[in-house]
């Protein structure tokens, strides 16, 4: 069938398998020359720096900075990789979700390069799956010969609900304010409309339930099970992701539900850290840069401001999508010539957080964009701002929009083909 993207109220319901196999295949090439030199499958392995990863896990490995980890680590350093995600399958008459296409790519491509991969579909925050994936650990590491023994879990997941092992209760995470109602400022994407967004204090019961699904309780669960099966690495590390943003967002985001919920993912990774360290391994959040998501285009303020963020930040030739950001994570942060053998040469801010979302944070890149968005009118802002970039990367995050594919072409979207 031909597909064409479908759009309703800045969620995109479908995907394009040839799409999401290209952009897959664009941030291996990436992860190839700017990690491992242009040196493909086992050779980059063979090259990495002493203390690179050998076996990962990614927690959340179909889309975004979880699958541009998995990438990274193994098209970078050659790492066999296991990857956990929760995706729809395409069929012969109806699109898979984007993920399960980057999914199904990711694996072809990684046998083609010689390296050991397997992806598992099923829910993360079950204990069945973390059983699976000890499962998995272990036989991928016997294939390879390697000690079952994981050194990198990257913990991505960005689910909206979760069921809770203990209770069996399912818990559903809402985007809101604490203590007051929001009003901002939106756009439509598609359109270019600007409209008021507005939003009502959530109450007790939500803020509780956000920090049950997006919160650090099943980023510990998973370390703990992987500690008791004996699947962890002496010196394993594992990193969770979260966002800060600037204070004109702080009131939805950081000062909201959101905000809490990644709160209580530092508290996590203090925890976790505890056990890692005593071993020669640690725990780290790391604070990445805005980008454009599935997620991001619905909550208010964030379309405004990252697309006006995306305008300066390529202007001043600062800016970074997915794959660039992981890379600078491991080149620059986990694996330095110091690092990479001793978690305390890592570097980290105050609170102990990793900061790649620091040039994003920069003094002259924030001054000007808040400028910049106190200007911005329906008249002005494809001048003003990056909005057509903004929609380019939402609708590539789903395939669509990608050089190179040929959108007028017959396509299976079973995903035979990937």
């Not at 991505?156 to 559903?172: E, F, I």
């Not at 401001?305 to 970074?320: A, I, P, Q, W």
């Not at 995050?397 to 995903?415: I, M």
Request: charged share 25%; net charge neutral; hydrophobic share 40%.
């Amino acid at each position: 069938m031909i597909i064409k993207p479908m759009v309703r109220n800045n969620i995109c319901i479908n995907s394009h398998p040839s799409g999401c196999a290209k952009t897959v295949k664009n941030c291996i090439d990436y992860a190839v020359k700017n990690i491992a030199g242009g040196k493909k499958g086992k050779e980059a392995g063979k090259a990495a720096p002493q203390g690179a990863p050998r076996l990962i896990l990614v927690i959340g490995c179909s889309t975004g900075y979880g699958l541009s980890s998995r990438i990274a680590a193994a098209f970078g350093y050659g790492a066999a990789s296991v990857g956990i995600s929760f995706e729809k399958p395409g069929s012969a008459t109806k699109p898979g979700t984007p993920g399960w296409y980057n999914n199904r790519c990711f694996d072809s491509e990684a046998k083609k390069a010689g390296l050991a991969s397997l992806t598992l579909d099923g829910d993360a925050f079950s204990d069945e799956i973390k059983e699976q994936a000890v499962k998995a650990l272990t036989e991928l590491a016997a294939k390879e010969g390697l000690k079952p023994q994981v050194d990198l879990i990257i913990y991505s997941l960005a689910s909206p609900v979760r069921t809770d092992p203990d209770d069996g209760v399912m818990y559903r995470s809402v985007i809101k304010p604490i203590g007051k109602n929001y009003s901002g400022l939106s756009v439509d994407m598609m359109s270019g409309k600007l409209g008021p967004a507005n939003a009502e204090p959530a109450s007790d019961e939500e803020i509780a339930h956000t920090i049950k699904v997006m919160g650090g309780e099943d980023w510990e669960r998973w370390i703990t099970a992987l500690d008791k099966a004996g699947v962890l690495a002496p010196n394993a590390r594992t990193v969770a992701y979260t966002y800060l943003g600037p204070e004109l967002s702080w009131a939805i985001y950081k000062n909201g539900t959101i905000g809490r919920a990644k709160a209580d993912l530092e508290r996590a990774a203090a925890a976790i850290n505890q056990i890692l360290k005593s071993r020669g391994g640690a725990a780290w959040v790391s604070v990445n840069k805005a980008l454009v998501t599935r997620a991001s285009a619905v909550i208010p303020i964030i379309p405004l401001y990252v697309s006006t963020l995306f305008k300066v930040m390529k202007e001043m030739g600062l800016h970074e999508g997915c794959i660039e950001q992981i890379t600078r994570l491991y080149k620059e942060r986990l694996y330095t010539e110091g690092a990479a053998l001793d978690p305390a040469k890592v570097p980290v801010d105050e609170a102990g957080r990793i900061r790649i979302d620091d040039w994003e944070m920069r003094e002259d890149v924030q001054k000007e964009t808040t400028k910049r968005m106190e200007s911005v009118t329906e008249e002005n802002i494809y001048e003003k701002t990056d909005l057509a970039g903004f929609k380019h990367d939402f609708l590539e995050a789903h395939g669509f929009d990608v050089a190179g594919v040929d959108y007028e072409a017959d396509v299976d979207p079973s995903g035979i083909d990937l």
